[in-house]
């Protein structure tokens, strides 16, 4: 299966203010996500991340207007609004179950790092907006991650931001 991580973030590497707020990123950034996971058909977000979303966001870009099935990773149990994984490699095993060839990874820092930190990640695409965040959630919750990474391609999605496309070497 192939796992893509997806995030949008300030040029320092962060995904979103101490406070949640997610306002320094363009909209682009969601329409970007919207279209990778739909094309996809199937997406990963941490409980926490999942729970913002939907209490902050409750007009436009919200996960529940996502023509893609939503994997919440969480080890607090079951729901019946959607499908709950307590781990990456179980998060992976529902997807294919459910009949999909790939999955895209998209937050919060905890679940981008639980992720990458398995070797489960084939690609990375950051979306980075031109902004300098003085605090926040970076990208990536533990720093003790390495992970060698070669480059696909840089693309302008919008006037300053920029989309780099990683391969995660393996």
């Not at 019946?80 to 994984?85: L, Q, S």
């Not at 990458?116 to 695409?125: A, Q, R, Y």
């Not at 990536?140 to 999605?157: A, M, T, Y």
Request: hydrophobic share 40%; with cysteine.
């Amino acid at each position: 299966m192939k796992v893509i991580l997806y995030a949008s973030m300030s040029v320092n590497g962060f995904i979103a203010r101490e406070n949640d707020e997610e306002d320094f990123l363009s909209d682009e950034n969601w329409f970007s996500f919207q279209k990778l996971a739909e094309n996809s058909g199937c997406f990963v977000v941490g409980r926490r991340a999942y729970k913002v979303v939907k209490e902050k966001y409750t007009s436009g870009y919200n996960f529940s207007t996502l023509k893609a099935k939503p994997i919440i990773l969480s080890r607090r149990g079951k729901n019946i609004e959607f499908d709950v994984a307590r781990s990456p490699r179980e998060a992976i095993k529902k997807a294919k179950f459910l009949g999909f060839k790939s999955l895209v990874v998209s937050g919060g820092s905890k679940t981008n790092a639980s992720f990458l930190k398995t070797g489960l990640v084939n690609e990375i695409i950051l979306n980075v907006e031109p902004f300098i965040l003085g605090k926040g959630f970076p990208v990536f919750d533990e720093n003790k991650i390495e992970c060698q990474l070669k480059l696909k391609s840089i693309r302008k999605i919008k006037p300053g931001i920029l989309q780099l496309h990683y391969k995660v070497k393996k």
